[in-house]
């Protein structure tokens, strides 16, 4: 019991100085983006997401294989098919029926963040925090596209044809935050909620400022990485090896390097066949990341779980 204490008060401490570093991250991220321009930010957005951004989904066969040691090996197999078969679906929908996988792509990420920045303050596994996982993420979402809706509206109308004015993300938004009350007044109420309602508040006002100053892909960055990724990415080494420690972070990254270096190798094979057009390649490395997103979701609810 006291060792178990012990670990609980070390991860615990782990974590609380990460949302430190994340905040220092975020405000830091703010004035870059007051005192660079747009081409220098979104140089390192993409550095950023296709380093740890992409490596924090690159574990995701070594997860199956931890969830699946204690099943039969045939069934670690069939998950990995699946896993494989998930992103194949995806590519085909995408270029099938564009405008339905961009929605689902949304919806699918939408939950995710919440599920990565909720799941360890809500106590109890219902539809309800489900529910609240799904809004938490639109309001993300349609904080970041009403702050830059031409440049999302341009790449959605690259990928499905259809162009959103900029009321439409504001509706998006005004929805999901009233829902986002009234779920979290639920939750709080049933005594489910372990999150500082104000604290929660005051994350989301500087998401607003940050993604409003900040360029399209740098203010997706500065979320993706900093509040979602090496969360995850920490919760993994976590689960993965049993404590945060740096040579569990050493271990996962050998763990995951092969899978990493294939997706950096086949998206600078992207960029270099399209880096002559910004708009188009924006839409297809949305495309492909979407594509990679739809299992890496899924594996993650199961770790989750």
């Known amino acids: 019991m006291i060792n178990l ?8 401490l782990f974590f609380n100085n990460l949302r430190s570093f994340t905040l220092i991250a975020t405000f830091f991220s703010l004035w870059f ?4 321009q747009d081409n220098v930010e979104d140089f390192f957005a993409y550095f950023l997401i296709l380093s740890l951004g992409i490596l924090h989904g690159a574990n995701d066969i070594k997860l199956i294989e931890k969830t699946s040691k204690t099943v039969q090996k045939k069934r670690f197999y069939k998950i990995l098919i699946l896993y494989l078969l998930i992103i194949s679906i995806s590519i085909i929908l995408f270029y099938f029926l564009p405008t339905i996988a961009l929605f689902l792509f949304v919806i699918f990420s939408a939950y995710h963040f919440g599920e990565q920045h909720l799941n360890s303050k809500i106590t109890q596994q219902t539809f309800i925090s489900k529910m609240m996982f799904l809004v938490y993420g639109i309001v993300i979402l349609s904080v970041l596209f009403y702050n830059n809706s031409f440049e999302v509206s341009r790449i959605i109308e690259n990928i499905t044809g ?10 998006s938004l005004s929805i999901s935050s009233l829902s986002l009350i009234v779920l979290g007044f639920k939750i709080y109420f049933d005594g489910q909620l372990k999150a500082k309602i104000v604290e929660e508040i005051f994350y989301i006002l500087v998401f607003f400022i940050v993604f409003y100053t900040a360029s399209l892909l740098w203010a997706f960055a500065i979320y993706f990485i900093f509040w979602h990724s090496i969360p995850s990415l920490a919760d993994q ?15 996962y990254l050998k763990s995951s390097f092969i899978y990493w270096f294939i997706s950096i190798v ?10 002559a057009q910004d708009r188009l390649f924006l839409s297809i490395f949305f495309t492909l990341i979407a594509s990679i997103t739809f299992p ?4 993650m609810s199961k770790f989750n779980k």
């Open 296 to 299: 890496h979701v899924w594996v």
């Open 33 to 36: 983006a007051v005192y660079f």
């Open 162 to 171: 259809i162009y959103f004015k900029k009321d439409f993300y504001l509706y």
């Open 266 to 275: 086949g998206l600078s094979l992207l960029y270099w066949l399209f880096h």
């Open 237 to 251: 080494v976590y689960y993965l090896y049993g404590n945060n420690k740096k040579e569990n972070f050493i271990k």
């Open 5 to 12: 204490s012990i670990i609980m008060k070390e991860r615990a």
